[in-house]
């Protein structure tokens, strides 16, 4: 039997899938990792880079108990993108990981602007710049951190990468996690060496850039001791988890559509060239030659997450999730008037804001538990329904890929928000493993593309068609104006600070 291990190394977890070559699941296992919100306002977003790799050791040592070593032929993961890990010569970070999620270079961001040409960084990366990007963050740490600058050698992208970089010794990325670098141009796949030149960052070196089915290297005799596997065991470049998931969703075609609810979420389609919108981003998909147009969110499953710990927070955190589900049982459509602005981490879209924070609007004496636990569900749905509109093609199919797809009023929310029949996929949270999978099937000669092969996980896998409620959606239509105006009225109110 020959199997494929793979990885996605997560926000809230690293996930193994050990999958076999024709399809099967063969076992899974996860293991929670720490998230730090630091600062005055908890707008300093790290993880550990080493805990990433002991949980991928204790995963992988587990997949030996229904598959020998020597019978996986080889190795991909999927993961968290626009990160900032830095590494010193020794491959050994010098700092925990700046999440994507983590807005701190605001200012530097301005700076890079100005200096290199907002529009000339726009127009090559096919992204909007902001102090999300890892390239502006970069400057944050030579400006804000000059010792930890000092010892470092090499910028990673995503969580993946620093796993890939501890099994193989190789620095490498793909060019989905590099196209949210702020750096990369997007059409030629090249890092703009002059841009680090003119800001004064030439001394760190960037990831090689991949596609996902090319090899990165092999695992070191040193981390055949560590993990298990064999030595010399391939391991190929993988790619940032949007383009497992987009992958895995089955769109190919004009105006099939994606929604990913993660930890973060988006809505996206594919297309043969970027699409050069305000609030779309574009990364360069697995399909060498296309590209994925995405709105990406911060907030998503955080916010039911939240939600959880919010209304049951003396119930063991395994079983709040069925009681949110219970609670929203009790739930009609429209949450008795109550909206939720879901910005728990600032946003990325609908608005550029890392200061916006969440919260309650029109929560009236009538209001109930069961009103506010439903409105956080749909103010996600209404910011994805902000992203389909700014996106501005008409959706003929849409499907449902994450962890928030297991919630079935999330998903009816959702068709009835968007009025229009959602397609949830059968064991949705595994077919990006299968999907990232499938580039080491391509690798090998397995498979003559990526198309067939998803074609085949998918056909047959439409578990179910959430249909929309006319009088729901009629409803969220009526709010929607609403929802959109809040933002507008909050802004410009000074954050809290922490004492």
């Known amino acids: 039997m020959k199997a494929i291990a793979t990885f996605d190394v997560g926000t809230t977890n690293v996930k193994g899938v050990l999958i076999s070559f024709d ?33 991928f050791c204790e995963i992988s040592k587990s997949f030996f108990d229904v598959c020998a070593p020597e019978e996986i032929a080889g190795l991909v993961l999927s993961g968290q993108m626009q990160d900032l890990i830095l590494l010193n010569h020794q491959g050994k970070p010098v700092m925990d990981a700046v999440l994507y999620s983590d807005g701190r270079a605001g200012k530097e961001a301005e700076e890079i602007s100005r200096i290199i040409g907002k529009q000339r960084i726009e127009e090559s990366t096919a992204n909007d710049f902001d102090g999300s990007r890892p390239f502006a963050k970069l400057l944050w740490v030579k400006q804000n951190r000059p010792l930890v600058y000092q010892q470092t050698a090499h910028v990673l ?37 002059e ?32 993990t298990g596997y064999v030595s010399g065991m391939p391991v190929y470049a993988g790619a940032g988890d949007a383009g497992s998931a987009t992958l895995s969703s089955g769109i190919s075609r004009d ?30 998909a697995m399909p060498e030659d296309t590209y ?54 600032g946003e990325r879209f609908p608005v550029m804001d890392a200061e916006i924070a969440g919260g309650f609007v029109d929560v009236r ?22 992203g ?14 994450g962890g928030g797809a297991k919630s079935q009023t999330w998903c009816q929310i959702l068709a009835d928000m968007l009025n ?39 056909t047959g896998q439409d578990g179910k068609v959430i249909e929309p409620d006319s009088a729901a959606a009629a409803m969220y239509h009526r709010y929607y104006p609403r929802f959109c105006s809040i933002y507008p009225a909050l802004a410009g109110l000074s954050p809290a600070i922490d004492e």
């Open 420 to 458: 229009m029949p959602i397609v949830v996929f059968r064991d949705a949270e595994y077919l990006p493993s299968m999907a990232i999978a499938s580039s080491v099937l391509l690798a090998q000669g397995f498979i003559p593309d990526y198309e067939s092969f998803i074609h085949g996980i998918t």
């Open 292 to 345: 994925i147009n995405v709105v990406p969110f911060f907030n998503a499953g955080n916010v039911y997450q939240w939600a959880a710990g919010f209304f049951f927070p003396d119930i063991p955190q395994e079983h709040r999730y069925d009681c949110l589900e219970k609670l929203l049982g009790e739930s009609k459509p429209g949450s008795g008037g109550a909206l939720f602005l879901p910005y728990l981490l």
């Open 157 to 193: 992208i995503s969580s993946k990468d620093y796993i890939i970089t501890r099994l193989t010794d190789q620095y490498v990325s793909d060019v989905i996690s590099c196209s949210t670098a702020g750096l990369m141009d997007i059409r030629t796949k090249q890092w703009h060496a």
């Open 255 to 284: 105006g099939e559509f994606n929604i990913n609810l993660g930890t973060s979420g988006w809505i996206a389609c594919t297309s043969q060239h970027p699409l050069l919108q305000e609030g779309v981003s574009n990364l360069a």
């Open 195 to 226: 841009w680090l030149v003119e800001i004064g960052l030439q001394e760190v070196q960037w990831p090689r850039i991949l596609h996902a089915h090319q090899q990165a290297g092999q695992v070191t005799p040193a981390a055949a001791r560590e």
């Open 388 to 401: 389909l509109d700014s996106i501005g093609k008409a959706p003929t199919r849409m499907t449902l890929v």
């Open 23 to 55: 399809g099967k699941v063969l076992h899974t296992q996860s293991r929670k990792v720490d998230t730090f919100y630091l600062g005055e306002k908890k707008n300093l977003i790290e993880q550990q880079p080493e805990q990433w790799y002991q949980a």
């Open 365 to 386: 004496p009538a209001t109930t538990r069961a009103d506010m636990a439903r409105a956080c569900l749909e103010g996600v749905a209404y910011s994805i329904r902000q």
